[in-house]
């Protein structure tokens, strides 16, 4: 995988169990050097374009864990047993391949098992890398929109053939976008300069993923308005990323339930349920 000739997928939610992960029914029962698989995954980016999946799920039978423990595997996708079909109609990320998978008495040798891997922290911990980048990756957007629109607005004359530029509430927009690319830059950094020290806890990683994500979907938002019926065609990258965003502010994390977890952070009480 690392040379790029393999490629890779993470199969955590279910149809059944997005945002509650901790519900989900795919099981994995020890049977002597084997673990056998059964279960369903949804919306698995690469899912079927993958060679390995990583796979999480409950285990049963398995020593030194108790009953139901989430564990990860590793899952070759060509094994009997394992299918996988993709989603279509998607008016997001249409860029990549998202699929569903099914894993009917697929069996693996133990030796597949992530061995560090025990309950819903192992792949919360993989998600914080991701939702880490995917912070970053809402600026890029953001930062598209924003300048998108501010070359826009120079050059469309509207009311005396004055530039909208000229017009204060057009820089008010402007202004508002660029204030809050700085801020999300910034969080991001200091975000960045913590994980170096080892000190990024998850709320701090909930804070960067929610408000970017949100930040850059306000930014685009914003910049289709100042462009007119111009910001919905295809001619500028402004719709692309809008509808882009709409994935980034659900997966990872929704918005919601980054909120319930810097809620958790300051209050001490747990609101998921
Ligand atoms: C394009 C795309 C690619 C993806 N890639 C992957 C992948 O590679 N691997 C993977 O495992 N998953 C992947 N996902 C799945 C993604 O992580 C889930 O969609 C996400 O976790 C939300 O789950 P859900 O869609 O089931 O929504 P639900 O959990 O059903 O949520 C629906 C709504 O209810 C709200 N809600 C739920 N519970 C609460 C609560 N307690 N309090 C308040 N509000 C609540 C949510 O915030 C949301 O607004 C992908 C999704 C998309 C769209």
Redesign the pocket.
């Known amino acids: 995988m690392a040379t790029g000739e393999k490629l890779g997928?993470?199969?955590?939610?279910e149809?059944?169990?997005?945002?509650?992960?901790g519900g989900m029914r795919t099981r994995a029962d020890r049977s002597g050097d084997e673990y056998i698989l059964n279960g369903e995954?949804?919306?698995?980016?690469?899912?079927s374009i993958a060679d390995v999946a990583v796979i999480?799920a409950k285990t049963y039978g398995d020593p030194g864990h108790q009953d139901g423990t989430v564990r990860g595997f590793l899952v070759e996708t060509n094994r009997p047993g394992f299918g996988s079909w993709d989603?279509h109609g998607?008016w997001?990320?249409r860029a990549?391949v998202?699929s569903g998978l099914s894993m009917q008495d697929v069996r693996i040798p133990a030796t597949n098992l992530l061995p560090e891997s025990g309950g819903l922290k192992s792949?919360l911990m993989c998600l914080n890398q991701a939702r880490y980048g995917i912070a970053w990756g809402g600026i890029g957007a953001a930062m598209s929109c924003y300048d998108t629109a501010r070359q826009y607005s120079l050059v469309r004359k509207q009311f005396r053939d004055q530039p909208i530029a000229s017009h204060q509430l057009v820089q008010e927009k402007l202004a508002w976008m660029i204030t809050e690319i700085t801020k999300a830059q910034l969080l991001a950094v200091q975000a960045g300069r913590l994980k170096d020290k080892g000190k990024l806890e998850p709320a701090h990683i909930s804070m960067l993923k929610r408000n970017n994500a949100a930040m850059a979907l306000d930014c685009a938002r914003l910049s289709r308005d100042l462009l007119g019926a111009n910001g919905i065609t295809d001619e500028y990258p402004i719709m692309r990323h809008l509808c882009n965003l709409e994935?980034v502010k659900?997966?990872?994390?929704?918005?919601?339930?980054h909120?319930?977890v810097i809620g958790e952070k300051v209050t001490g009480v747990a609101?998921?349920?």
């Open positions: 997928c993470f199969g955590l939610t149809p059944d169990f997005g945002s509650n992960p995954k949804m919306w698995i980016t690469s899912g999480w989603v998607k997001s990320l990549s998202t792949p994935t659900t997966y990872e994390g929704t918005d919601h339930i909120a319930l609101a998921y349920r």
